[in-house]
Each structure stands twice: as C-alpha cells, then as structure tokens.
C-alpha cells in the first residue's frame, strides 16, 4: 500500500536542486524525491569489520606482514 508523505519547511535551495536533479534525470520532482529515498533506505546495510576480515581468504605467512625484516 502506498503512502502519502509531506515534507515541511523544505529550504529553497533544496527545493531548487531538486527539481533541478528531476529535470536532469528526465522525471517530476515527486518522482525524483521517491527515487532519491529509495535509493538512501534501501541500500544494503554496511558490513562490519568483522565480518569483512572473516570472508578474507587466508593466504600468506605471518612473516609476509612483519613490518620489521631482520637484518642478516
């Protein structure tokens, strides 16, 4: 079910760029501002650091990243 959402107080500057992004893309400036809340609500949730170390593939030796080399 679709919903009716009003937005007050909008400043002009805004109100302008708006319409100014819809006429560049081609759309009205309610389309435009529909498809600007998709894309910011519906994008995928950031991973956490955590879960982006554990897919890492574990390749290498633990010397590899030794800042320090040892002189010989």
């Avoid at 079910?1 to 319409?19: G, S, Y």
Wanted: glycine share 2%; net charge negative; charged share 35%.
């Amino acid at each position: 079910m679709a919903t009716n959402l009003i937005v007050r107080n909008v400043e002009e500057e805004i109100a302008m760029a708006l319409k100014q992004q819809a006429a560049a893309n081609g759309r009205s400036a309610e389309a435009e501002h529909r498809e600007i809340l998709r894309e910011a609500l519906q994008r995928p949730k950031r991973r956490s650091l955590v879960d982006v170390l554990a897919e890492m593939p574990n390749v290498g030796e633990d010397e590899d990243f030794n800042s320090r080399k040892v002189q010989e």
